[in-house]
C-alpha cells in the first residue's frame, strides 16, 4: 500500500520517572482514515496522544506529525493540529461562543474569519441556541460537542480525539460517530483513542490495540477478525460418544480450517460459513449423529483483544496512579 | 509581535472575563479580608499600641504600610491557583496545544494578577484616607507604593505558579499555602516595628522580603522622601534578586511540567 502517510512514530517511548507508560511502539496512520488507539485503562494510549500533539516530549524514539518533527518542529505541528482533551477542557464561567473567540485568537484568525467559522462550527455541533450561556449550564454532552468544536476550531488537517465518547448517552454517542465520519468525508485524518470495543469495530478504518505500553496488533477490524482464523461455528451433539467419529470426519475438508473438541460437541473454525456449514451438517447425518444445537459466531474484536492480551477490556481495572 | 500580543490579551481578558462572573468572589477579591484588617485591627489596636514604640501618629496610619503589602502578599501566593484548576481539568493543556508562544498563558497571569493587586492597593490606600491617613509623598509616592507593591508581587506569583505546575493535587497547593502566608506576616514588619520585636523574632524577619517591602512603603506613608528614598532604593535590589530567584525557581518548575 503506498498510501500518504500522515503521521509516522517510530520506536517512541515514554516514561514517568520510573514507571514506563509507553514502550518502543511504532506505527503509521494513513492521510485521510480513522485511526484508533484501543486499550483498557492506564494502557498509554493518552501518553500516546500527548506526545504526538507535542505537549510531552518523548523519552525516546521520534514522531512526525506531516513530515514535522513533533520536537523540533513543535509549534509547525500545533499549526497543523486539533486537539479535544480526554478531560471536558471547559472553562464553567465562559460561554460557548468565547471559548471558541478564546481560541480563534489563540490561532491568530482574523476577526471576520473568526466569526464566520465560529457561526458555522456552533451549527454543525447544534450549540447555536446555546452559545451564550456560560458553560457551567451546559450538559455533559453539550461541553463534549463544545471540545469537539474547540477541536476543530483551527480547520486542522488532522484533529486528535482523546476518548471523545467516554461516559455519554447512546444517542451522543452515535451523534459524535456522525461527526468524525463527516469529517474524514471532508478528508480529515482522524487519531482517536477509546476503550469502546464497539467503537473501534464500527468506526475506525485501521486500529491499533495497545496494552501495558506496547501495541499488541494492528490493522483495520476486519484483518484483525480474519486474522484470529475464519470464524466459527459450534456444534453440539445429542450423543458426546459421537463427537471423535465427527471430528475426524470434518478434519481435512477443505472449508474447515480446525476442528476443536468441547464437552458437548465441536468448535469448527471455518474460512466462509456458506461453504463450511453444509459440509458439516451433511458429515452429521451420514455418520447418524444427532445434531441438537448449532450456533455461528463471527470473531468480535472482543476476541482479538483477549487472543492478543490474554484478557477482556472490562476486566482489566486501572492501574494505579504513581 | 502582534500575534504574541493578541495572544496575551485575549487569555487575559479571559481572567478579566471569569472573575467578573464570579460576583461573590470578586466582592471578596476586591473588598478583601485585608481592609477588615486594617479597619478593625487598625482601630481595635489604636489604644492598645504605643505610638512612642510604632513611631507614627496613630495606630491605623502605622499598620497602612503591613496591609498593602500584606494584599500584594495574599495575591501573589494565591495568584497561581487559577492555573492550577486549568492544568487539573485540562484547560491548560487545550492552551498549550495550539501554536501560541510558550509563555503567553503565564504572562496574561502575570499581568492579569498585577493589576488586580495594583487595584486592591489603591483601595486600601483610598480607605485608610477616609481615616485621616494622608501620603507624606504623594501621588509619586503612591506610584512607588504601586512599582515595590508590583515587583514583590511578580516574585510571589511566580512562586505560586511554580507550585501549581509542580504539586500532585490542589490539596497539597492549600496546604503550603496556609503554612507560608502567616509566618511571612508575624515574621515581618507588618504589625510591630523590628525593634519592637523579640530578638529572635526581629532576627528571622530581617530575611523576610516582605519586611523590606514595608520597611520602604511605610516612611512613603508617614515620613516623606528624605526618609523613604535609602528604603526604597534598598528594596529595589532586595527584590530584584527575589525576582531572579523566583523566576528561575518558576521556570524551571514550568519546564519541567511541560516537558
Ligand atoms: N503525569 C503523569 N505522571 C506519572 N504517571 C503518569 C502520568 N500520566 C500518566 N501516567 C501513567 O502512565 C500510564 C499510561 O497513562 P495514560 O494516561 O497514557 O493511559 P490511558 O491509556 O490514556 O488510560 P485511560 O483509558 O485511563 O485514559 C498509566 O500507568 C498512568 O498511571
Ligand atoms: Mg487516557
Not at chain 1, 447512546?170 to 464497539?198: C, E, F, H, P
Request: hydrophobic share 50%.
Amino acid at each position: 500500500m503506498d498510501r500518504a502517510i500522515a503521521i509516522d512514530v517510530s520506536h517512541l517511548s515514554k516514561s514517568y520517572g520510573s514507571h514506563v507508560a509507553v514502550a518502543d511502539i511504532s506505527f503509521q496512520v494513513y492521510a485521510g482514515e480513522i485511526f484508533g488507539l484501543l486499550g483498557p485503562n492506564g494502557a498509554g494510549k493518552s501518553t500516546t496522544l500527548r506526545t504526538l500533539i507535542t505537549l510531552l516530549t518523548p523519552s525516546s524514539g521520534t514522531a512526525t506529525v506531516l513530515g514535522l518533527d513533533t520536537v523540533r518542529d513543535a509549534d509547525k505541528v500545533r499549526h497543523v493540529i486539533g486537539y479535544v482533551p480526554q478531560e471536558r477542557a471547559i472553562d464553567r464561567f465562559l460561554t460557548g461562543r468565547e471559548h471558541l473567540e478564546l481560541l480563534a485568537a489563540l490561532y491568530h484568525l482574523p476577526k471576520d474569519e473568526a466569526a464566520k467559522r465560529i457561526g458555522e462550527l456552533l451549527k454543525l455541533v447544534e450549540l447555536e441556541s446555546h452559545a451564550d450561556r456560560p458553560a457551567k449550564t451546559y450538559s455533559g454532552g453539550m461541553k463534549r460537542k463544545l471540545d469537539i468544536a474547540c477541536g476543530l476550531l483551527p480547520d486542522p488537517k488532522i484533529l486528535f480525539l482523546d476518548e471523545p465518547t467516554l461516559g455519554l448517552d447512546v444517542q451522543s454517542r452515535l451523534r459524535i460517530w456522525d461527526y468524525v465520519r463527516m469529517l474524514k468525508a471532508r478528508g480529515m485524518t482522524v487519531v482517536m483513542t477509546t476503550n469502546y470495543l464497539d467503537e473501534a469495530d464500527q468506526l475506525c478504518d485501521r486500529l491499533a490495540i495497545i496494552d501495558g505500553g506496547r501495541i499488541k496488533t494492528l490493522g483495520s477490524p476486519v484483518e484483525l477478525k480474519v486474522g484470529l482464523g475464519g470464524d466459527i461455528v459450534s456444534v453440539t451433539l445429542k450423543e458426546s460418544a459421537k463427537i471423535p467419529a465427527l471430528e475426524s470426519a470434518l478434519k481435512g475438508q477443505p472449508a474447515i480450517r480446525a476442528v476443536r473438541a468441547t464437552d458437548k460437541g465441536l468448535d469448527i473454525r471455518v474460512e466462509s460459513p456458506e461453504k463450511a456449514l453444509p459440509a458439516v451438517l451433511e458429515a452429521a447425518n451420514r455418520l447418524n449423529c444427532g445434531v441438537e444445537f448449532i450456533q455461528y459466531n463471527r470473531p468480535r474484536l472482543d476476541d482479538v483483544f483477549i487472543a492478543h492480551t490474554g484478557r477482556r477490556i472490562e476486566e482489566t481495572t486501572p492501574s494505579k496512579m504513581e | 509581535m502582534k500575534e504574541y500580543w493578541q495572544e496575551i490579551s485575549a487569555l487575559t481578558m479571559r481572567w478579566v472575563r471569569r472573575l467578573s462572573r464570579e460576583k461573590f468572589s470578586m466582592l471578596f477579591t476586591l473588598v478583601q479580608p485585608m481592609l477588615f484588617w486594617l479597619i478593625f485591627f487598625g482601630n481595635l489596636f489604636q489604644r492598645a499600641a504605643d505610638t512612642q514604640v510604632t513611631q507614627a501618629p496613630n495606630y491605623i496610619s502605622f499598620l497602612a504600610a503591613g496591609v498593602v503589602v500584606m494584599t500584594v502578599l495574599n495575591n501573589g501566593l494565591a495568584g497561581g491557583v487559577d492555573l492550577l484548576f486549568d492544568k487539573e481539568n485540562g484547560f491548560l493543556e487545550r492552551l498549550m496545544s495550539t501554536p501560541i508562544h510558550r509563555t503567553s498563558v503565564i504572562l496574561s497571569r502575570f499581568i492579569f494578577v498585577m493589576a488586580i493587586t495594583s487595584l486592591q492597593v489603591l483601595v486600601i490606600l483610598g480607605v485608610a484616607f477616609l481615616f485621616g491617613v494622608r501620603p507624606a509623598t504623594g501621588l509619586l509616592g503612591i506610584a512607588a507604593i504601586l512599582l515595590i507593591g508590583m515587583m514583590f508581587g511578580v516574585g510571589l506569583t511566580a512562586i505560586s505558579m511554580a507550585m501549581a505546575f509542580s504539586v500532585k493535587s490542589h490539596g497539597d497547593f492549600f496546604s503550603v499555602l496556609g503554612f507560608l502566608s502567616l509566618p511571612m506576616i508575624f515574621l515581618s514588619s507588618a504589625l510591630v516595628p523590628l525593634a519592637a520585636m523579640p530578638g529572635w523574632m526581629s532576627f528571622l524577619a530581617k530575611f523576610n522580603p516582605m519586611t523590606w517591602a514595608i520597611d520602604a512603603v511605610r516612611p512613603l506613608i508617614l515620613s516623606g522622601w528624605s526618609e523613604a528614598l535609602p528604603h526604597v532604593g534598598m528594596v529595589i535590589v532586595v527584590m530584584v534578586i527575589f525576582d531572579a530567584l523566583c523566576l528561575y525557581g518558576g521556570a524551571k518548575a514550568f519546564r519541567r511540567a511541560m516537558g
